[in-house]
């Protein structure tokens, strides 16, 4: 814990826990439990519960009737984290205590002149650069350096949203895969209120958000602050913007049938900027190889060879640097998992020092090891990386 931080507790019916307040982050630590059904009828942060269960962050305590921590969480306010260790409705300055004076949260921030914000959670920075919208207007705001009151004032309930429009349009589309996005980075609940990768001040959009919200089937919910107020977006479980990639659903036996190599180039070229820009957010904008951050010189390249849409998923991708991508599809350039590691391995074909040099270089993987390339797929490439230097070798003995 960094020096300027300060511990607080909060200790609902047999659970404990410990969270550390840093400027604008409320985050419980890793040890802390958490009431697995608390006595509150109503449950406005179980949606969030649940998921962290479902993302192994809650994991089953010795005690039955609870969860444990098992790493650090940082939440949008103190009444989230209230909500989610109490299973119940929380008001978390009034609940979080001072871990040496006793003081509650609310007293402290008042004595130690640190208010708390009345209208909005924390603001927390999401490390993401929107890229340019499709129509005139930004759906997430263009973006304030210094937000004015009233930007920062503003504030939804459900019924303020707009109902979903009649048809989708490119800016609702563009809203749509850009808070998949913000999911996958985030891992959970999206601030309605938020920093980007630039610094600058972010907003949900209230009609886009209701055309999520009210969709056939529902792919958002919200999580309320302690007025009702739409404190964050979240996605709905088992929903396309949910962040969990799911199984792979095609098999190495598939293979492109003459007529999709004919016609699969519309096809792939439709699929190619949703999967460049997952693959982009996935291996944080840098080639998984060279590190190299230039956005225009990078591929999002396929490890199992693209068949349809089912070979688009998360574990099946990676992004490289154009050269580096031809490589790897030539079988000049192949990865192999060393245990948890993943490796680069470089043809004897190659002769050039750069590329000799990668051999062996450790691959910088996602932080969410459910966007790893799976080890199948790694295996299958890895042999024809094999097959294709037998070859070689036997070719250049005669």
Known sequence: MSQSS????????????QASSEGAA????????????GASSVKRD???????????????DTNSVLYRFSKDYTFT???QAGGVIKDGNCSGPGAWTHSETGETLRDWLNRTSQKPRQKHPDIITIPYKFPPSPTEGNPFGKGFAKPSAKFLRERLKPGDLRERAASRTPRTLYFRDQLATLF????????????????LYRRLDAGCLGFLHHGTPQEIGF???DEGFIAAALPVAGTALDSDPGPLNFDLSKKPGEGLKQS?????????????????????????VTGTSEIDALDAA???????????????????????HRLFDRHMIAFEYAGAALVCRVSERLTDDGYRSLAGAEIDLPADKRRHPHPALIDHQMQKFRKQETLNAASSTK
């Open 6 to 17: 300060t511990t607080f507790v909060f200790s609902p019916e047999v659970a404990s826990a």
């Open 26 to 37: 409320f985050r419980v630590l890793a040890g802390s439990t958490a009431m697995r059904a």
């Open 46 to 60: 179980r949606i969030l519960r649940d998921k962290l269960v479902d993302q192994g962050v809650l994991v089953p």
């Open 77 to 79: 306010s103190a009444s």
């Open 184 to 199: 996958q980075i985030v891992g959970g609940p999206v601030p309605y209120i938020f920093l980007d990768g630039e610094g």
């Open 223 to 225: 999580q309320f602050d």
């Open 264 to 288: 699969s180039r519309r096809t792939i070229r439709e699929g190619a900027s949703a999967f460049r820009a997952k693959m982009i957010v996935q291996w944080r904008g840098k080639c998984a």
């Open 302 to 324: 396929h490890i199992y060879p693209y068949c349809d849409a089912d070979t688009n998923h998360p574990r099946n991708g990676l992004l490289l640097r154009a050269d580096i």
